[in-house]
């Protein structure tokens, strides 16, 4: 499929639906979250949440976000090491939760007060694998056709019993919010819009899980991956290191001169061709239509396949070759006219696409100021089918921690 049908796929949300997979297998899980809402609730939910997730009003959580990172290379990689292996996976799935929650809730795991029930860091852990697991889990279920019943599903009977868990939590962080609203804490967020938007609570806790979840896998692996290409790529990982020191000048990076650091975002937009973190998209035509000069069928399933476009060697040079410059001239984090869709496109397209970008601008300056990604020469990635492109083995890149 070319870019130019894949984005008329896209913009023509009202013909090519969300299939069959969606009602089965997701909306299971996801209720009414923005996933799985359609047509007017879709529209309604995603005008209430659109406005928190600008670039401007993100880059106002980048405090958070090196805080987080902070902890999690002091908790993760403790220094004790000039060198060593790494599955890095783990951190970045680790810092994708908690930043999360600091955009979206304005919740701090390392500096909770007023909370019913007391966090751990087991809890913590427990968290992002239920997260991960369920994302693998539901994925599966949907392009394999495997059973969503418990009974017969282990691997959906465990995310089910995991569920009422994972609510529970929310219903924490709601009376946790509330309380901190009552003593003349008012912050506008996510979390507060939603407790404001008169969503019966099982509704809400879909637009929770949609939130914690839909980002989680995609954008710890997304990072990851980059990490594991640096490591591949010296060179690439040089000039990057290089324009680190010529912008931040040795200083933590701020929300100043995010944009500043040009080559590091083309390296992320060519880390997403090279590993799709989404290969692929289902849709359904809930009409006879044409795509071109293609006449589609009434109730025919389509697939996307990002993947098969990133790779197509008709739009792109030497495609197997890890090459950022190729992104100088594409400033967007779309391309339609290369079929270049990471975070899809049109009415759907993903709402924490800028979340996804700045939060791992920090995370990975603040890596690249200290560390160096070596490749560790043994590692393969074993990738499994899931709602994006996870592994089985993690992703294991050496660390070495570079001379003061």
């Known amino acids: 499929m070319k870019g130019s049908i894949a984005r008329e796929v896209l913009i023509k949300s009202d013909v090519f639906v969300k299939g069959w997979q969606f009602d089965r297998v997701l909306d299971n899980i996801f209720k009414n979250g923005l996933v799985t809402s359609k047509g007017e609730r879709y529209k309604k939910d995603k005008a209430l949440l659109s406005k928190y997730f600008t670039p401007k009003n993100i880059k106002q959580s980048v405090p958070d976000f090196i805080r987080n990172t902070k902890v999690l290379m002091d908790k993760h990689f403790d220094g004790s090491e000039k060198e060593a292996s790494q599955d890095v996976s783990n951190f970045f799935l680790h810092l994708t939760l908690r930043n999360f929650f600091c955009f979206a809730f304005n919740f701090d795991f390392e500096n909770l007060t007023e909370l019913k029930n ?3 860091d087991a809890d913590i852990d427990h968290l992002v694998n239920v997260t991960s697991s369920g ?39 709601c009376e946790w919010h509330l309380k901190r609203e009552a003593r003349g804490i008012i912050v506008d967020n996510c979390l ?28 710890g692996y997304f990072q990851a991956y980059t990490a594991l290409l640096l490591a591949k790529h010296p060179d690439v990982q040089k000039r990057v290191k290089d324009e680190l020191r010529e912008v931040l000048k040795g200083e933590t ?17 060519e880390s997403l061709r090279y590993y799709g973190i989404v290969p692929f998209l289902p849709r359904l035509a809930n009409r006879e239509t044409m ?7 009434s109730n025919s399933n389509l697939i996307l396949a990002f993947t098969n476009m990133s790779f197509d060697e008709e739009v792109w040079s030497d495609v197997w070759t890890f090459n950022p410059d190729r992104f100088q001239e594409i400033p967007s984090l779309q391309s ?12 759907r ?15 990975l300056s603040m890596l690249l100021q200290k560390y160096t990604f070596v490749e560790e020469k043994s590692y393969r990635p074993k990738f499994t089918l899931s709602l994006s492109l996870t592994t089985t083995n993690g992703v294991k890149v050496w660390l070495k921690q570079d001379e003061e």
Not at 150 to 159: E, F, G, T, V
Not at 349 to 363: L, W
Request: net charge neutral; aromatic share 10%.
């Open 336 to 347: 339609a006219s290369k079929g270049y869709f990471p975070f899809a496109y049109g009415q």
């Open 192 to 219: 507060d819009a939603m407790l404001k938007s008169g969503h019966p609570r099982e509704e809400l806790y879909g637009q929770f899980t949609t939130i914690i979840s839909a980002g989680h896998d995609t954008t």
């Open 349 to 363: 397209v993903c709402i924490g696409m800028n979340m996804a970008n700045i939060q791992s601008i920090v995370a």
């Open 291 to 297: 795509l071109g000069k293609i006449r589609i069928p």
């Open 253 to 269: 990076i701020t929300e100043d001169n995010i944009n500043q650091l040009t080559y590091l975002q083309c390296v992320f937009k």
């Open 118 to 120: 007391e966090i751990t």
């Open 135 to 173: 994302s693998k889990t539901i994925g599966q279920a949907m392009f394999l056709d495997l059973p969503i019943n418990s009974l017969i599903n282990p691997a959906m009977r465990y995310l089910h019993q995991e569920l009422p868990r994972l609510y529970k939590f929310m219903e924490d962080v």
